[in-house]
């Protein structure tokens, strides 16, 4: 079992920069791959980046790619998202998600899910 706590999300500008945090409670964290994925209001949500559990592979949605970053501290049971280069078609509920070390970018990979941090890019 695994508990899901994401935080980090705000307002913020067009250009801008922001960090998401996902904080893990459970023994097995290391063992399991990492994603976030976001969900824009009457969208439906989509993959946005993935980290295998020793972190030494991360995989990204073309729409951000060269913009963010993931990464996942397993000392601390924690996965980050950077963000850069914010813009208004980031806006959405930002969700970190828990799958299997085979999970890629598909919803039905993943079998944990936080609550959600909304991120809103004003223009």
């Known amino acids: 079992q695994v508990q899901l706590v994401e935080s980090g999300g705000g307002l913020v500008q067009s250009g801008d920069s922001l960090r998401l945090s996902c904080a893990a409670s459970?023994?097995?964290?290391?063992?399991?791959?990492m994603s976030w994925f976001r969900q824009a209001p009457g969208k439906e949500r989509e993959f946005v980046a993935g980290v295998s559990p020793t972190g030494d592979y991360t995989f990204y949605a073309g729409s951000v790619k060269g913009r963010f970053t993931i990464s996942r501290d397993n000392a601390k049971n924690t996965v980050y998202l950077q963000m850069n280069s914010l813009n208004p078609k980031d806006t959405a509920v930002y969700y970190c998600?828990?799958?299997?070390?085979?999970?890629?970018?598909?919803?039905?990979?993943?079998?944990?899910w936080g609550q959600g941090t909304q991120v809103t890019v004003s223009s």
């Open positions: 998600a828990a799958g299997s070390s085979t999970a890629a970018e598909k919803l039905s990979d993943y079998v944990y």
């Open positions: 459970g023994r097995t964290f290391n063992y399991w791959t």
